[in-house]
């Protein structure tokens, strides 16, 4: 299974990035897709979530700004961020969870990460 994320880059205070994140590889169920950050010297913080049924979970410090919605294709999902402040400067983790088909066990990927630079 591969996780990888596109997107991130260098935005002005108040601007907008979008960040996509693909999951691909053997027959499997994605079970929660989602993104979470990191900033040097900090524990990773849990962004934005999305499970199979469609429910979403959304840090307190992005609810309003940030979006999380499923891509056009197969096992893909973006997260639109909005109204960027210079605190949301991280580097940015795609996250899943998947269950091959036919099986209750679930495991867990991680994407290599996307650097989030907003300037003030």
């Known amino acids: 299974v591969q996780v990888v994320e596109s997107g991130g880059g260098l935005v002005q205070t108040g601007g907008s990035l979008r960040l996509s994140c693909a999951v691909s590889g053997s027959t499997f169920r994605l079970n929660v897709i989602g993104w979470y950050r990191q900033v040097p010297g900090k524990q990773r913080e849990l962004v934005a979530l999305i499970n199979s049924g469609d429910n979403t979970n959304y840090a307190d410090f992005v609810k309003g700004r940030f979006t999380i919605s499923r891509g056009n294709a197969e096992n893909t999902v973006d997260l639109q961020m909005n109204s960027l402040k210079p605190d949301d400067t991280a580097v940015y983790f795609c996250?899943?969870?998947?269950?091959?088909?036919?099986?209750?066990?679930?495991?867990?990927?991680w994407g290599q990460g996307t650097q989030v630079t907003v300037s003030s």
């Open positions: 996250y899943a969870t998947i269950s091959p088909v036919g099986q209750t066990s679930a495991f867990q990927y």
